[in-house]
């Protein structure tokens, strides 16, 4: 069946960074687009960043654009998210599902971020 | 990128229809014909009910439909459950390859 786990999430301070994982199975990975979604209590889910099955197209919400980088290793169906320059905005569980043109087919559970000094 | 307009809240007793709308504008819901739907239960993921505006993914009862006129966007549940009571988002494509959620909808059972 299919399985996304994401990793890599915890407490960090303003300023810092973080850098998830997420580890597909159950499907062929390199045969899907896969993106990052976030959520909080308060404002719901915001989509963070998608990237093509081959890795060569990739976007990003304005909110993270430039802070944030999505990455990919089909070989090791892996799926990575490079935060920096984080805020306390930046805090919410963070969501690995696989596709993409606003089509998230199936979600990971997500992993936990928090931003605070 | 702001965020699509749902209803806070809607509400039915089992075996009711309720509707659920998704409001943008030009540049998103009115724009594309990439509008999703999903629901989430308490502590679990979010799972995909409706793609391309009215499409079903395999596995999903079809008391579940999707509709869209101008910029608005509409989810209709038929023969209300229990296990429905959830929380509802709609997504739709904002452009260049990027993509905006509702603000979600809380649907309760009587």
């Known amino acids: 069946q299919v399985q996304l786990v994401e990793s890599g999430g915890g407490l960090v301070k303003p300023g810092g960074s973080l850098r998830l994982s997420c580890v597909a199975s159950?499907?062929?990975?390199?045969?899907?687009?896969m993106s990052w979604i976030r959520q909080t209590p308060g404002k719901g889910l915001e989509w963070v960043s998608s990237?093509?099955?081959?890795?060569?197209?990739?976007s990003y919400a304005d909110s993270v654009k430039g802070r944030f980088t999505i990455s990919r290793d089909n070989a090791k169906k892996s799926l990575c998210l490079q935060m920096d320059s984080l805020g306390a905005e930046d805090t919410a569980d963070y969501h690995c599902?696989?596709?993409?043109?606003?089509?998230?087919?199936?979600w990971g559970l997500g992993t936990p971020v928090t931003v605070s000094s | 990128q702001s965020a699509l307009t749902q209803p806070r809240s809607v509400s039915g007793s089992p075996g009711q229809s309720v509707t659920i709308s998704c409001t943008g504008g030009?540049?998103?819901?009115?724009?594309?014909?990439?509008v999703s739907w999903y629901h989430q239960q308490p502590g679990k993921a979010p799972k995909l009910l409706i793609y391309?505006?009215?499409k079903r993914p395999s596995g999903v009862p079809n008391r579940f439909s999707g509709s869209k006129s101008g910029n608005t966007a509409s989810l209709t549940v038929s023969g209300l459950q229990a296990e429905d009571e959830a929380d509802y988002y709609c997504?739709?494509?904002?452009?260049?390859?990027?993509?905006?959620f509702g603000t979600g909808t809380k649907v309760t059972v009587l």
């Open positions: 599902v696989r596709g993409g043109r606003a089509n998230f087919g199936f």
């Open positions: 159950g499907f062929t990975f390199s045969d899907y687009y």
């Open positions: 990237i093509s099955s081959s890795g060569n197209t990739i």
């Open positions: 030009s540049s998103d819901v009115g724009g594309y014909n990439s």
């Open positions: 391309d505006v009215s």
């Open positions: 997504c739709s494509s904002a452009g260049s390859n990027t993509f905006v």
